[in-house]
């Protein structure tokens, strides 16, 4: 269905048929990437979502977290054993300037630093779940190593402005 | 995130969409529009703030938005395409009484939009009485009506 000039137009207005056959291409695709955007962000691609959940599991000792967040919207790190106490969680300092732990849960029984690490030393009743709630104050991608009771774990986790 | 970019960014990104969604969408036609572009300027407002209450916050944003503004104007007035591109040009809908349909249908415009425009501006009550309807830049219609002689 083309769109015709107007003959015989005696009105002094720029209809500028061209011109907008070309906006309206343009605007369509528009419309498309639209919905292409909020469906990456209904998955998850900006964080809560499918696509930023992740899982790491070394031994019976299981890290779940978003890959995803954006700018001080708080996210949590769950960390899980099956068997055993979580007794010593520790965070490299890198992962701390993109990150400020609000709250843990349970609360560690001491803190300390050592080797570029934060080590958090929990009860031996402190359970099998620990929950660090964090809000991240960089707009940066992160790329760090976090110790599970001496278990490596790799995380890698953006987050946009 | 410094708040001249914040300011900046939102300007630029409004101005994208704006003119993605269309023409119509920032003319307030119905009650539902007008709820749209409410909310939106809330949403903006905490975006740009963002927990940033100061005044000297609040006077950086306002001179960035204005200073967009007026730097947009002088690129329009320096190059014309430019603006033609940013805002548009005018569209002729209705032309001698009959509709444009295909220029209607890629506007989202209907006959309903024209004839409530006619009524509203001209107090006319069909299609034929309009020589010409034009939407617009803004997403209003104008309505030229035939010379009653």
Same mark, same amino acid.
């Given at each position: 269905?083309?769109?015709?000039?107007?003959?015989?137009?005696?009105?002094?207005?720029?209809?500028?048929?061209?011109?907008?056959?070309?906006?309206?291409?343009?605007?369509?695709?528009?419309?498309?990437?639209?919905?292409?955007?909020?469906?990456?962000?209904?998955?998850?691609?900006?964080?809560?979502?499918?696509?930023?959940?992740?899982?790491?599991?070394?031994?019976?000792?299981?890290?779940?977290?978003?890959?995803?967040?954006?700018?001080?919207?708080?996210?949590?790190?769950?960390?899980?054993?099956?068997?055993?106490?979580?007794?010593?969680?520790?965070?490299?300092?890198?992962?701390?300037?993109?990150?400020?732990?609000?709250?843990?849960?349970?609360?560690?029984?001491?803190?300390?630093?050592?080797?570029?690490?934060?080590?958090?030393?929990?009860?031996?009743?402190?359970?099998?779940?620990?929950?660090?709630?964090?809000?991240?104050?960089?707009?940066?991608?992160?790329?760090?190593?976090?110790?599970? @009771?001496?278990?490596?774990?790799?995380?890698?986790?953006?987050?946009?402005? | 995130?410094?708040?001249?970019?914040?300011?900046?960014?939102?300007?630029?990104?409004?101005?994208?969409?704006?003119?993605?969604?269309?023409?119509?969408?920032?003319?307030?036609?119905?009650?539902?529009?007008?709820?749209?572009?409410?909310?939106?300027?809330?949403?903006?407002?905490?975006?740009?703030?963002?927990?940033? @209450?100061?005044?000297?916050?609040?006077?950086?944003?306002?001179?960035?938005?204005?200073?967009?503004?007026?730097?947009?104007?002088?690129?329009?007035?320096?190059?014309?395409?430019?603006?033609?591109?940013?805002?548009?040009?005018?569209?002729?809908?209705?032309?001698?009484?009959?509709?444009?349909?295909?220029?209607?249908?890629?506007? @989202?415009?209907?006959?309903?939009?024209?004839?409530?425009?006619?009524?509203?501006?001209?107090?006319?009550?069909?299609?034929?009485?309009?020589?010409?309807?034009?939407?617009?830049?803004?997403?209003?219609?104008?309505?030229?009506?035939?010379?009653?002689?």
């Amino acid at each position: 269905m083309s769109v015709s000039p107007i003959k015989n137009q005696d009105l002094p207005v720029e209809d500028d048929i061209a011109l907008h056959r070309k906006g309206w291409v343009v605007q369509r695709i528009g419309w498309v990437l639209m919905y292409v955007f909020l469906l990456a962000a209904i998955l998850g691609l900006f964080g809560e979502g499918p696509l930023s959940d992740r899982k790491l599991q070394h031994g019976d000792v299981t890290m779940q977290f978003e890959r995803f967040g954006r700018y001080e919207h708080a996210m949590m790190l769950r960390l899980q054993s099956k068997t055993q106490n979580i007794a010593t969680v520790s965070v490299p300092q890198a992962y701390l300037k993109v990150f400020r732990v609000s709250k843990i849960v349970p609360e560690p029984q001491t803190q300390s630093t050592s080797g570029g690490y934060v080590h958090y030393l929990f009860s031996s009743e402190g359970g099998t779940i620990i929950n660090f709630y964090v809000d991240p104050v960089q707009r940066q991608s992160v790329d760090a190593v976090l110790r599970v @009771n001496a278990l490596p774990f790799h995380i890698t986790q953006t987050i946009f402005p | 995130m410094n708040p001249v970019f914040r300011g900046a960014v939102i300007y630029v990104f409004l101005l994208l969409i704006f003119r993605i969604m269309g023409k119509r969408s920032l003319s307030e036609t119905t009650t539902f529009d007008l709820l749209v572009l409410l909310i939106i300027s809330e949403v903006t407002q905490q975006a740009m703030v963002d927990t940033d @209450n100061s005044l000297t916050a609040a006077i950086i944003l306002i001179t960035t938005l204005l200073s967009m503004d007026l730097l947009f104007t002088l690129i329009k007035k320096t190059f014309k395409m430019f603006e033609k591109v940013v805002e548009g040009t005018p569209l002729i809908i209705v032309d001698h009484g009959k509709a444009l349909k295909e220029r209607m249908n890629k506007t @989202n415009v209907d006959e309903k939009d024209v004839l409530q425009a006619a009524r509203a501006a001209l107090g006319l009550e069909k299609l034929e009485e309009v020589k010409y309807a034009v939407l617009e830049k803004d997403g209003s219609i104008s309505i030229i009506p035939f010379d009653k002689k």
